[in-house]
């Protein structure tokens, strides 16, 4: 483990690696990595270069006892990183390969071919090497692509544990509403044993169905309250005389520092800003953390306990709670407005340098 942290580091720190053309990503890196993870670079039962996997560009799968199991694509200077994934997958379904990872060298994206209706839903784990920090880097390499764990299972079974967490996550999300729906429509169905119970409770008798249903109807006017056209009304996510600014489009910009309160920090990333915001913030109000659960927009959640929650989420040092940071830069920066605005900071006092 530690050879392949310290060559990890090597990546990250070395700016010689970013300049390497297709052909030395390949030769220099994956199969560097792949020789770190115990497959034999020099023995093509192990790793067969240059596959042939009808349309995708396989450039090496990973084999025990004649049989794929791996493939891995590289591909430097992705213009449609989308495209290449869904040729890629395609290819490695046909084939009955479980597993497909494609990388430039530094952005890795590890797919299930066979489950899943899209690509969201097929990509299990994705990282950039030079913005996550290399011991992580180095388990999710074992986790999936050492060869032990291949050839024995394990990296297919952790695989399919976290896309199935993640669906059983989307469902439970997607269905509660609905699940509330139907039970607001008909509050009859369980309001009705609730009061009998607790009618019973408070003075030993337990009333018949039709006096409860009575009453219900003359005393409480439930349907006109929840009609299907009012919904319970969401928590908001801060109160709103902290709400904060929108930011300016950042889009297309890159991030050299930030400033918070007058202490400039230098990042090399827009996700860095959002960590290292979030490091220095939250310590100073440990017990009022499950408020950040409470943040998120229309179609996405921005903080969770839950490590699988995000395509891409990191976990906050010294919390238990992890971010998204598959954000865009005008993401990043109103979601730090609104961590300021939570826990009662000022806008003004962060400000942003981009280059």
Request: charged residues 30%; glycine residues 6%; negative net charge.
């Amino acid at each position: 483990m530690q050879n392949l942290v310290d060559f990890i580091k090597e990546i990250q720190t070395n700016d010689r690696y970013a300049s390497f053309d297709e052909a030395a990503v390949k030769q220099g890196i994956v199969l560097k990595l792949l020789s770190l993870l115990d497959w034999d670079p020099f023995n093509p039962d192990e790793i067969h270069p240059e596959h042939d996997a009808g349309e995708a560009n396989v450039a090496f799968a990973l084999r025990h006892k004649n049989a794929d199991k791996v493939f891995v694509a590289v591909h430097k200077g992705l213009k449609n990183p989308q495209k290449t994934q869904e040729q890629l997958v395609k290819s490695a379904a046909q084939a009955g390969v479980k597993l497909a990872v494609l990388t430039d060298g530094a952005a890795w994206w590890f797919l299930l071919s066979l489950l899943g209706e899209d690509l969201e839903e097929k990509t299990f784990c994705t990282f950039d090497m030079k913005d996550q920090p290399a011991k992580e880097v180095g388990q999710h390499f074992l986790d999936f692509l050492s060869k032990q764990n291949v050839i024995s299972g394990k990296a297919v079974k952790a695989a399919e544990d976290i896309y199935l967490t993640k669906q059983k996550d989307f469902l439970i999300k997607e269905h509660l509403p609905k699940a509330w729906q139907k039970l607001m429509s008909e509050p009859e169905k369980w309001l009705g044993d609730m009061l009998a119970e607790m009618t019973k409770e408070l003075c030993g008798y337990l009333p018949d169905k039709e006096t409860v249903e009575e009453f219900i109807a003359s005393e409480v006017d439930i349907r006109a309250e929840i009609s299907g056209t009012q919904k319970p009304k969401p928590v908001p996510s801060a109160p709103p005389s902290k709400k904060a600014p929108q930011a300016d489009d950042y889009t297309g910009r890159s991030i050299a520092s930030f400033s918070l309160k007058g202490k400039k920090y230098d990042v090399k990333s827009w996700k860095a800003m959002l960590l290292k915001l979030c490091e220095i913030i939250l310590p100073k109000h440990k017990e009022e953390l499950d408020i950040l659960l409470t943040l998120s927009a229309e179609d996405k959640e921005y903080f969770s306990k839950n490590p699988y929650e995000f395509l891409s989420g990191e976990q906050i040092q010294g919390t238990d709670i992890y971010v998204n940071v598959g954000l865009s830069a005008t993401e990043v920066v109103n979601l730090s407005q609104e961590i300021l605005a939570l826990f009662g900071l000022k806008s003004g006092d962060l400000s942003i340098e981009t280059k």
